[in-house]
């Protein structure tokens, strides 16, 4: 099966950490996509969907921690941009809670073309400003060592 979202190098906006959590993000959105292609039931869908959105609102917090400490500008509207993608998911998830709504390929249509979007958009913005003003582009050597061995923790954050 074609991959929902098949990653590209292009995408990445040159911030180590932000590019791997997009990477994962769109992994993950595979993964989903793939079980609602093999016709799975909600009681599989679901874990995989609330991973998702814990993966999802992590890596917001992260971004917007690189956005406040770097003194970004757009800080607060890049903010409202997360936000309103987590309001829409929580709202989903009440909405399967109580029975109704479904975890279909139309939403992973709208989840695929709002990160990609976002991504390509806002993070980019983002990804030039913060380089710009001197942050740094990788872990440090030491920091990347100690994530090596400690792995599995570290997988996505
Ligand atoms: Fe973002």
Same mark, same amino acid.
């Given at each position: 099966?074609?991959? %929902?979202?098949?990653?590209?190098?292009?995408?990445?906006?040159?911030?180590?950490?932000?590019?791997?959590?997009?990477?994962?993000?769109?992994?993950?959105?595979?993964?989903?996509?793939?079980?609602?292609?093999?016709?799975?039931?909600?009681?599989?869908?679901?874990?995989?969907?609330?991973?998702?959105?814990?993966?999802?609102?992590?890596?917001?917090?992260?971004?917007?921690?690189?956005?406040?400490?770097?003194?970004?500008?757009?800080?607060? /509207?890049?903010?409202?941009?997360?936000?309103? %993608?987590?309001?829409?998911?929580?709202?989903?998830?009440?909405?399967?809670?109580?029975?109704?709504? @479904?975890?279909?390929?139309?939403?992973?249509?709208?989840?695929?073309?709002?990160?990609?979007?976002?991504?390509?958009?806002?993070?980019?913005?983002?990804?030039?400003?913060? %380089?710009?003003?001197?942050?740094?582009?990788?872990? /440090?050597?030491?920091?990347?060592?100690?994530?090596? @061995? @400690?792995?599995?923790?570290?997988?996505?954050?």
């Amino acid at each position: 099966m074609t991959e %929902l979202f098949a990653w590209s190098e292009t995408l990445n906006v040159g911030i180590q950490e932000v590019d791997e959590q997009h990477r994962a993000l769109s992994d993950h959105l595979n993964a989903l996509a793939e079980a609602v292609g093999a016709n799975s039931e909600m009681a599989a869908l679901r874990p995989i969907l609330d991973d998702l959105a814990d993966d999802a609102r992590t890596h917001f917090a992260l971004e917007e921690s690189l956005m406040r400490v770097s003194n970004y500008p757009e800080f607060q /509207a890049h903010k409202q941009l997360h936000e309103a %993608l987590m309001g829409q998911m929580l709202a989903l998830q009440e909405r399967l809670d109580r029975g109704e709504g @479904t975890i279909n390929f139309e939403l992973l249509h709208f989840l695929k073309v709002w990160l990609s979007n976002h991504i390509d958009e806002a993070d980019r913005r983002f990804g030039a400003y913060f %380089l710009s003003i001197g942050g740094s582009s990788g872990w /440090a050597p030491q920091v990347a060592s100690s994530m090596a @061995t @400690t792995r599995r923790r570290w997988k996505f954050w």
